[in-house]
């Protein structure tokens, strides 16, 4: 299974910015995905997750109204739209994948994509 994520790069605060992540060699509709991200000198941490049909979707506090998480069962692919965006969003995120709704450890990672919010 790999997981291919896209769309990072620079913009000012205030800003949006969607990150994509494309699926190979898997059933996508089998697996839960999640945005993580790590910022410079901090842990992964969780920020948003979406079920296998898309019904249900989990996020971070610190997000909540200004991200939005969906996915392409098609495309085999999931969105992070990002808006209202501000420098400490700052880091690289990473799509994962799992069987398991929210699941603690994630079963398969992408390599991530570097956004950059300046101030």
């Known amino acids: 299974v790999q997981l291919q994520a896209s769309g990072g790069g620079l913009v000012q605060a205030g800003g949006s910015l969607r990150v994509s992540c494309l699926v190979s060699?898997?059933?996508?509709?089998?697996?839960?995905m999640g945005w993580f991200r790590q910022a410079p000198g901090k842990e992964r941490e969780f920020v948003a997750a979406?079920?296998?049909?898309?019904?249900?979707?989990y996020y971070l506090d610190s997000v909540k109204g200004r991200f939005t998480i969906s996915r392409d069962n098609v495309k085999n692919t999931v969105y992070l739209r990002m808006s209202s965006l501000k420098p400490e969003d700052t880091a690289v995120y990473f799509c994962?994948?799992?069987?398991?709704?929210?699941?603690?450890?994630?079963?398969?990672w992408g390599k991530g994509t570097q956004v950059t919010v300046s101030s």
């Open positions: 994962a994948a799992d069987e398991v709704w929210l699941a603690t450890s994630q079963e398969y």
């Open positions: 060699g898997a059933t996508f509709s089998s697996y839960c």
């Open positions: 979406i079920s296998w049909s898309g019904e249900s979707t």
